[in-house]
């Protein structure tokens, strides 16, 4: 497994602004993954970031409201441009170690953002 | 495509119970199944996958889940229901095919154990 931390844990955010989360993983890891959970809902995959190129987006998402950076194999960002109260939503972060395909997907604790 | 469906929105049970959660999945392929915990203010916690083999696969905090291919089924199960299993179960399909390190999850219930 991998343990994987998120930064912040919760925030609260003004309409118009942006916010950045950092993801962090114990180790090198192949594929890192950002979900979105908005309030009672399931989660729905925003974008692979990919090691030193740009990440791929799931349809509904675009690179000018949800860039990423994938610096290295261990830390990635996800920011949430010009917010507005629709992107309230738990942001997780999750990855897969190794590269085989029966292998496990981690998640982090999730970054709580609340947008007034 | 693959997809999964959780029937049911929430489940009530009686601590001591069993209680069963119940995920259907439609894939192309053969299916790679997850089952994941979200407690109230966490991500979300790996229980157990099923990739092959015996179709009953043991987990965390003593649930396990049944494969059930003609059904294609794989209901989390537990013999006896504890107050602190209360949270949220996710079931996942991860994709078997070309794009294999997609995973799809379904709609997420709500466990309720009352004491």
């Known amino acids: 497994s991998a343990v994987i931390s998120q930064k912040p844990s919760r925030d609260i955010c003004q309409r118009g602004t942006s916010l950045t989360i950092q993801c962090q993983v114990d180790s090198q890891v192949t594929m890192m993954f950002w979900y979105r959970q908005q309030p009672g809902q399931s989660l729905t995959l925003i974008a692979t970031?990919?090691?030193?190129?740009?990440?791929?987006?799931e349809s509904g998402f675009v690179i000018d409201k949800f860039p990423i950076s994938r610096p290295n194999l261990t830390f990635s960002t996800l920011t949430v441009s010009n917010m507005s109260p629709e992107d309230s939503s738990i942001y997780l972060c999750?990855?897969?170690?190794?590269?085989?395909?029966?292998?496990?997907?981690?998640f982090g604790p999730g970054t709580r953002l609340t947008v007034l | 495509a693959q997809s999964v469906a959780q029937p049911e929105d929430q489940v009530n049970v009686a601590e001591g119970n069993p209680l069963t959660v119940k995920c259907t999945y439609s894939v192309s392929g053969n299916p790679y199944l997850f089952w994941y915990v979200q407690y109230p203010n966490r991500g979300l916690q790996f229980l157990l996958k099923?990739?092959?083999?015996?179709?009953l696969v043991k987990g965390s905090y003593g649930f396990e889940a049944e494969f059930n291919k003609s059904q294609t089924s794989f209901h989390l199960k537990k013999p006896s229901a504890l107050v602190s299993d209360s949270a949220l179960y996710f079931c996942?399909?991860?994709?078997?095919?070309?794009?294999?390190?997609?995973?799809?999850f379904g709609s997420g219930t709500k466990l309720n154990v009352k004491p």
């Open positions: 999750s990855v897969v170690p190794e590269a085989g395909r029966t292998d496990t997907q981690y």
């Open positions: 996942a399909v991860r994709d078997g095919g070309y794009n294999f390190n997609k995973f799809y």
């Open positions: 970031a990919n090691q030193g190129s740009e990440a791929t987006y």
């Open positions: 099923y990739i092959t083999g015996d179709n």
